[in-house]
């Protein structure tokens, strides 16, 4: 009897009203499901034998895994394709911490649909693009490490989507002029704010494509100013730094490859 009614649970559901819920097979938790398959009499056990094994092969095959409360996720330098980081992120809905490390640079394209799954990010460190073009995730973390290339979208979108954020982080990464002033302007409570071997670029896009360009000064006046209600300022005194003294400087100092070789970037 069970069983029958459970056959028709899946059409029952469709017309479900009222409080009494009516579930699908899907929604069966396994050993209640087993429990139920074993009460089917003796002469059916050959069927049962195999519908065990085919639900034991499904449970494998399909995608009903429950979800992994796990909060935390750092990846390496070995990248995985695209679909990839979308099955481990639809399986780690409560995910708050996530780590991108620096040597992939500007690669950020294989992270791009996983990221819809991963809403309620608190601490992150991300490649620049992927953060301008999934910003709408952000906008619970407080705690945002970007390297790469921070152009006047990025610094826009720093100042506008991430209304939580009390610790920024900002090393190594090339700026816009106007980058850092325009962050500024939208974190007034800013608590920490690292800047450590970064600097100023004119042309972000080519700096973007090289992986290294030469500096400007900062405007140091209107970001000390802007930057007074901060609790702690980590940056580098140019004079006692090598590598913000350098008269190049990479925006992906851990890049590996060709790029990262200025020598050879002159022949590119
Ligand atoms: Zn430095």
């Keep these: 009897m069970r069983l029958k009614a459970a056959r028709l649970s899946r ?12 579930r699908s097979w899907d929604d069966l938790n396994y050993d209640i499901l087993m429990g139920i398959i074993n009460r089917v009499p003796w002469r059916c056990r050959l069927y049962v034998a195999c519908l065990r094994r085919y639900l034991c092969f499904l449970k494998h095959m ?6 992994d409360s796990c909060s935390a ?7 995985l394709k695209a679909h990839k980081y979308v099955y ?8 708050q911490w996530l780590v991108i490390s620096e040597a992939l640079c500007y690669r950020y394209s294989c992270f791009m649909q996983a990221m819809r799954y991963w809403r309620k990010l608190k601490k992150v460190k991300c490649p620049v693009d992927l953060f301008v073009f ?5 906008e619970k973390v407080e705690s945002l490490q970007l390297f790469g290339v921070v152009y006047d979208a990025a610094a826009i979108a720093i100042r506008d989507r991430c209304p939580r954020l009390r610790r920024l982080y900002l090393i190594s990464c090339a700026l816009s002029i106007t980058a850092l002033s325009t962050i500024l302007d939208g974190h007034k409570r800013l608590e920490v704010l690292a800047t450590r ?3 100023c670029v004119r042309d972000c896009s080519k700096t973007a494509r090289i992986g290294i360009s030469q500096s400007v000064e900062w405007n140091e006046e209107e970001i000390r100013c802007k930057a007074a209600g901060i609790k702690l300022h980590l940056r580098c005194t140019k004079q006692h730094c090598p590598k913000c003294s350098a008269t190049w400087k990479h925006c992906y100092p851990k890049m590996k490859g060709r790029l990262a070789n200025y020598r050879c970037w002159r022949y590119i």
């Design 88 to 95: 481990i992120a639809k399986r780690t809905p409560s995910l």
């Design 73 to 79: 996720l750092c990846i390496g330098e070995t990248v």
């Design 11 to 22: 059409a029952a559901s469709r017309a479900e009203t009222g409080p009494t819920m009516v």
């Design 62 to 67: 399909l995608d009903i895994k429950a979800v």
């Design 134 to 138: 999934r910003s709408v995730c952000f």
């Design 197 to 199: 071997h970064s600097f």
